[in-house]
Every structure is written in C-alpha cells, then in structure tokens.
C-alpha cells in the first residue's frame, strides 16, 4: 500500500482488511468490537500523539528522575522530554533512517534508551530492543531482522558486539554510544547526536509524523525461544497505547505516582509500565542504576519510594530472602514482636481475600506501628500496588509478603499481548489466580469437554500484530479468528479470575505417558526446602521424575554472577545439620554429607506425599555446583528459568540418575 497516499498522521488509521500481518510495511484492522467497555472505544491514537497530549496537559510534571555522573538527581519535565525525543528522532532521519527500518537499542535502562525508543517511533522508524547480555551473534540476528540504520549502544563493551558483526550490516548508517568515551571515531557520542538534531529544521520531523499510522508496526520485542532463533514481535501504536490506557484503569494510576525502572527495556513487561504506562498518567520514571539486579535496587527503593512497584518472582525471592536473614539475627524479644505483628497481618489478609472485610485492633496496631517499618526499610512506605510478573510465583512467597502487610499482585500476559492481560488489584484479588483481565480484552479457555482446564487464549486490541517475515509460525500463533494461543494451560471462574496451572511447552510427559506440570512441585518443594534456590523438575520422555537442586550462594556484584560461597542461612542450616561447609565446593569434593542429603530427601519425601499419582513423584535428586544466573545463562532477561539450557549444561548429572 502506497504510504504517500496517508498523511494524517500521527494519529490516522489506515484502511486494512485484515487484523494480521508479519510485513513490516503492512497494517492490520483494529480489534474495535462493535460493543464493549469505554476503554474499547475510545479513540484510538499514536504513541507521538499520547506523548505530546500528555506533555502539552502536563508540561511541568517530571517524566524521569536519573542520576548524573557526580550521583547526584536530576530532574525532567514532559516539555523537556518532548523536545529531547524531537530532537533525537531528527538526528535519525537525518543520518538515515528510513520508514519501517530499525533502531536497534542495547544497554541498560537510562534516559537515551527511552528517549531512542521514542524518537524512533516519531521518525516513523520501529523501535528494536536488544538484551544486554545477548552475543554478538544473537544482535546481528535482531539488527538483520529489523534492517537496522541505526544502533545506539550502552559502553564499549556492548559497542564491542556490533563492531564484530558491522561488516554484515550493510543498512547500517549510523552508532551511537550514550556512556563514555566511544574508542571508535566512526562512533557518534549521545551529545554529538542531540546536538545533530538540534540544528534540524523541524520540517523532515514533522512530515514523518504525517505518515505513520496507528496500525502500523512501531516496535519489535524478540522472544526468547527455546529453539532457533528468537521471534521478532510486531507491536502497532494501537497496541502498546491500549494495552497501556487498559493497565491505566485498572489500577487507577495517577499523575503524582513514582515508578522505578530496572527492568530491562527490551522486555514487554517494562516498555509497557515504564514507558507506555507512565506516559499515559504523565507519571515520573526513576531510574535505577546498572546493578540493580546485582543487589543494588533496594538503594534504589530508598531513594525513590515508589508509589508502585512491580518485579520478577526472583527479585520478591530475594527481597524475602534478605528479610529472613536480617530477622535471623535479631534478639528473642525482637523476634516475638515481629512474629506476633505478622501473624496478625497474614491473619487479616487471608480474611479480606474470602470477603471478611473487618478490621482487628491487632492488625491496625501492627499495621501501623510495626510493619510500616518495614516498608519504610524497604522503601515501599509509599506503595500502595505491589506486582509480580514475568513468571509464576509460589504461593509460600505471597503468603510471606501477606505477612508483612504487603499484597502481591499477580500479572500475566505475554510479548504477543503487548504486556498485561490479567492483572490483580487489591480490592479484587486471591492468592491463587493472576487476577481478572484488564478492561476491553477476551479471553476463552480451549479445553476438551471432559476437562476444566485448556489452552488460555486473548483477544483484543493489545494482540500483536504477527511475527516479523515468519507467517508459518504467526499462523501457530494467533489462529483465524485472531485469538492468540498462549501456550498457557488454566481455567477461569465465574467472576472472570484466571488460573493459570501448567504450561504446555513446559508440560513434561514421562514414558508412561503421564502428563506432570513442573511448576508447582518445584514450589513445594522450596517451600519445604528453603535453603534451595532453585529446583527444577525433570522427567520428560524419562521413566520417573528427578530434581536438579542449586542451593543458594552469593553473588558477585560486579558480575552478578553466582559465587561458590553459599549465603549465611545455608551455612547455619549446613550447621544445624552437622556437617558444617562455607563453599558449594566443600559440600560436593568429597560427596554430598548423608545428613544433607537424608534432609533434603525428608523435604522430597513430603512433597511425595501429595503428590497425586506414582508418577508424579520424585524418585532422584542431584546437587549442583553452582546457583543459576542471568549471566551465566540459566536464568532469562526477567529471571525466568531456561530449562532446556540447563538440561544441556548438567546433561552428565541428568544420565547418571537415568543410567
């Protein structure tokens, strides 16, 4: 379809007759039913236009706080952000960004990532984020696919990845490097590019706006796929603007709330809250600094004080974990008060979940008197939207946080539904589901008719688009109909709350043919087995079920990586059951104790016995060497487990059990 023949945009729609495409100059209708919710029809914009709507209403509210290089806040309006973005996007017309091609971004999350984002998306280029911790290989992949003119990178070190790969890029125009001195002087630096754009006349910026459209892909997020290379998500304006005004409504978000963004960008999950969502409420972005996730993020909570606060299973994990250490160390006294205050508080919640809606005196006075001191520890005293996301997290970890009067809220969704489908909100929530959906979405469960459970599949304008030049696999994935097929397993009640019990890809079906979902014998055995980090389930194709078991160590801040020393908790319980050891190392040169072992047997043991069938239960466990990681690859971009990754790396330890 000829683009200069539609020239009013920003916020036109362009005629298309089908809701699916995986061209990158393609439109898709627009899943408008015909009735529904306000949010379905309200009228449809582009990210520019939200963006500037919200910085013309709002031109003084801070759109982002960062740290500069002397550590100390610095402060920026929506006017100012605006204006950045404007600047940007005519820098990369003017170095040759061309229509539907990409600007590949990689680094950690800081004011350039979102202002390059957005300025792609003004030039009428698509946004194309890269994981930090991707290899050379797997960014010429992403930059091919979205024929990058473009690429800003965070450092050296990231720059050092695209140099090894620049000769196979030919669209390539233009590098920017945002951090540091670029070694290269092909290199351009984040303020030789601004000051590019500056000197532009805003007429190639303003006739780029006239032809997008917003039914026409602004964005790819790559799937992390467990075979081949990953899949290039096509998200449209209409997309991440609906998806993000859906999340806006449900939990009534507001112009004087603080975010804190730590969660990589090239991820769904924070481009939709950090980006989209802030944007829509004209909210204030914080930013952490690089190692949040290395142990940094709690500094972060401190100084910010979100007023909502949305992480991964294994950061609430470690949250959890460094509570419990810091109360392991406590007197009697201490001790007791903060028994007898969460008890109270887990009391009160589970009450409020099953419709008890009053108050106790025990509750109010420790509420108020004791675990709001925790919160202020943490941070979160100002917090009234805790979420978790990303992954499934264990019903012990909820009913810990319950504890300490803080409610965790599922979320589920997926890069294919730009973000959130389900969302729980505290006045509307159980420990058990991933809360109701978000206005103006479907969902249906595809299920045998003897069965309670089936495939979880969406519908609605937060659907993606297809994948980028691979129809063979969309058509895996959004059928007919358009509804997208998650791969999720679950039911939904009759108050719309979704329940999500297994995954298919993830199902493991044993020789017997017995079909086991991992995820919730890996809780239970946690739950039973608090010292372990990870257990992870394995058994597909194999005659019984065993467990590879990583026991929790420390972790190296400047790498994040895991150490070999196991953290203090270990090591105490280690010590209560006489056999003493400091290192990973030392409990396995010379054999696992027996002690240790008949202990983690005795918690296997347990779980076995609620189990729900021979099959489902676990016959062999092997001790690893060493905890999981981001970067030593176990362990995806949100902390999300790589299974089959894990199954190559200890494939030794897996044959020996089955030998």
Known sequence: MEEMNFLNGPCQVVPATEEITTDRYGYVKLRIPKTGTA???????????????????????????????????????????????????????????????????????????IISNMATIFAGGISTGIYATNSPEACLHCAQLSKANVIVVEDEKQYEKIEQIREKLPLLKAVVQYSGTPKNSDVLTWD?????????????????????????????????????????????HDNLVFDSRSIFERINIGPKEVLVSYLPFSHVAAQIIDMYVATTAAATLYFADKDALKGSLLKTLQEARPTKFIAVPRVWEKIQEKMLHIGSQSGFLKKSIASWAKAHALEYHLKKIQGETSS?????????????????????????????????????????FLSLDIPLMDAFGMSESSGAHCLGIPSAFNLDTVGGPIPGVKTKIVANAEEDQGEICMYGRHVFMGYLDEPEKTKETLDSEGWLHSGDLGRQDDKGFLYITGRLKELLITAGGENVPPVPIEHMVQSQLPNISYAMLIGDKKK?????????????????APTAVLTPAVQNWLKSLGCPATTIDEVLNAGPDQKLLDAIQEGINKVNEKATSNAQKIQKFKLLPSDFSVATGELGPTMKLKRRIVIEKYKHLVDSMYS
């Not at 801070?62 to 605006?82: D, F, H, M, Q, S």
């Not at 007429?203 to 799937?223: E, G, M, P, S, V």
């Not at 019984?544 to 994040?560: C, H, R």
């Open 39 to 113: 949010v379905e029809t309200v009228e449809p914009i582009s990210i520019p236009g939200l963006l500037t709507t919200t910085a013309e209403k709002n031109p003084d509210n801070i759109a982002y706080i960062y740290k500069n290089l002397e550590g100390k806040p610095v402060e920026v309006t929506y006017k100012e952000y605006l204006q950045k973005i404007r600047d940007c996007a005519k820098a990369f017309i003017h170095l040759g960004l061309e229509p539907r091609h990409g600007v590949a971004i990689i680094g950690f999350n800081s004011p350039e990532w």
């Open 192 to 236: 030789k590019l601004m000051e590019i754009g500056a000197k532009q006349d805003d007429t190639l910026l303003d006739n780029a706006l006239k032809r997008i459209a917003i039914n026409q892909c602004c964005t790819l997020i790559f799937t992390s796929g467990t075979v081949g290379n990953p899949k290039a998500v096509m998200l449209s």
């Open 360 to 400: 106790s005196w025990g509750y109010s006075i420790a509420s108020s008197l004791i675990l709001s001191k925790v919160k202020q520890a943490l941070g979160l005293d100002r917090c009234d939207l805790f979420v978790s996301a990303a992954a499934p997290i264990s019903m012990d970890v909820k009913k810990y």
């Open 544 to 560: 019984f079920l065993s467990l590879l078991i990583a026991l929790k160590t420390e972790v190296d801040p400047s790498t994040g």
